[in-house]
Structures are given as C-alpha cells and as structure tokens.
C-alpha cells in the first residue's frame, strides 16, 4: 500500500523555538494532506487541511500563526510549531489523500517541549 | 455537532476468543465509515470502511464490521483474536464529500495468551 513518511519521529525543544515536521507520500502524489494532534489517551483532532499550491483551511480553533502549513508539491506538506511552548507538546500525525480519496496516514511525531 | 463514540477504553480478551468493538456517531445523514488500527509507533492502517451497498463489510486481518442505521452503529468484530492484534483501534467517519475525518477516543485492545 501507499507509504507516508513523517521527520522527523522525536523532537524535544526549548520553548520559544520553532520545529517543523515534515510529511511526505514516497510513491504516490497527494491531491490533499491534513495534520491531526493526538492527545495522549484521546482522538486525533483535525488541525488543518492542505492542498498543494494554495493556503492551508484550519478548524476552528486552531492558531493559524502558531501552526503554519505549507504544501510545497504534491509530495510534501510541513507544519511548523512556531514559539513553541509545554502545551504544544503532543503527538502530530499527517495524512495524505490520493486521487482515489483514500487516505493514508504517517507514523507520527512526538513533539516534547521543555 | 458531528461526533464518534467509542464507549470502551480498554478491552482485554483471551486469544482464540471472539471480539467485538464498538462504535456509535452522530451525524444527521450516513457518513463514510472507517476502522483503523494503530500499533505503538506506527501510524494508522486502514482494516475496513463503508460506503453504501452492503452493511456488513469484510476488511483486512480478518476483521469485519456492520453498519446498522438504526442505532448509528459501526461495530468492528473479529471472530477469532491472535496475540498481534494487540493494538489501538480508532473508528472514523467522513461527512460526505467534506474530506474531514472525525475520529473516536480509541479502544485499546490487550489480548491474553
């Protein structure tokens, strides 16, 4: 099946830095992608979806400024946590959708912020 | 408000045993349905999903679901557990056309020896 790949898997930072991660469909091109934060014990919560060449659609809720997206080619989309701080700390998962509308999803990130 | 309900947090069976996991939505029409499982560290792996046509649909791993309209139900049954389904499982559903998922809170399924 389709592969998803996620960078990086860990990252631990400082608060006030930015991080960015990285989402990429290694053998097909993803029409559309979305980024999903997973509490721990909860339900991955829809962030923001992304189509490439146009602006990211954010839920309701979601800082724009604080998450940015950027869907550069129909391969890669990247989020970055910008002054990131403790209560960001979560797990970040994108999916990508292919021209059949089947989504698939990577392995996630744990982003720990100190 | 759209929601998914999986009313079990943690399921534990004997392996060998049948299973059954639960999934309950709301939604004002049928939406696209979806199960997923997540082992530690992986991302999410589509078992089944249904659209329309038959309510009883067969997935991968030898897993099947019924959707009943009735009670905005989408269970997810196994008749026979193995030990390598130990995982998380999500149940999902799409409003139609929107490209949104909305997931539930996961069962988080132990499988004794």
């Known amino acids: 099946g389709a592969v998803v790949s996620q960078h990086p898997s860990r990252v631990i930072c400082k608060s006030g830095t930015s991080v960015k991660i990285e989402c990429r469909s290694l053998?097909?091109?993803?029409?559309?992608m979305f980024w999903y934060r997973q509490f721990p014990k909860q339900s991955l919560m829809l962030m923001a979806t992304?189509?490439?060449?146009?602006?990211?659609?954010?839920e309701q809720g979601v800082e724009k400024d604080k998450f940015l997206i950027n869907h550069a080619s129909l391969t890669l989309s990247t989020l970055t946590v910008t002054s990131a701080h403790p209560e960001d700390s979560s797990f970040y998962i994108c999916?990508?959708?292919?021209?059949?509308?089947?989504?698939?999803f990577g392995p996630g990130t744990r982003l720990t912020v100190l | 408000a759209q929601s998914v309900t999986q009313p079990d947090i943690h399921i534990t069976v004997s392996e060998g045993a049948s299973l059954e996991l639960r999934c309950n939505y709301s939604y004002g029409a049928t939406p696209y349905l979806f199960w997923y499982v997540q082992s530690p560290g992986q991302g999410l792996q589509l078992l089944l999903k249904y659209f329309s046509g038959d309510t009883l649909v067969q997935g991968i791993k030898g897993f099947e679901a019924e959707f009943k309209r009735s009670q905005s139900s989408f269970n997810l049954r196994k008749p026979s557990v193995h030990w390598s389904d130990a995982a998380e499982y999500f149940c999902?559903?799409?409003?139609?056309?929107?490209?949104?998922?909305?997931f539930g809170s996961g069962t988080k399924l132990n499988v004794k020896p």
């Open positions: 992304s189509n490439e060449g146009s602006k990211a659609t954010y």
């Open positions: 999902a559903v799409e409003r139609n056309n929107f490209n949104k998922f909305y």
């Open positions: 999916s990508a959708r292919d021209f059949y509308n089947e989504q698939f």
């Open positions: 053998d097909f091109q993803a029409t559309t």
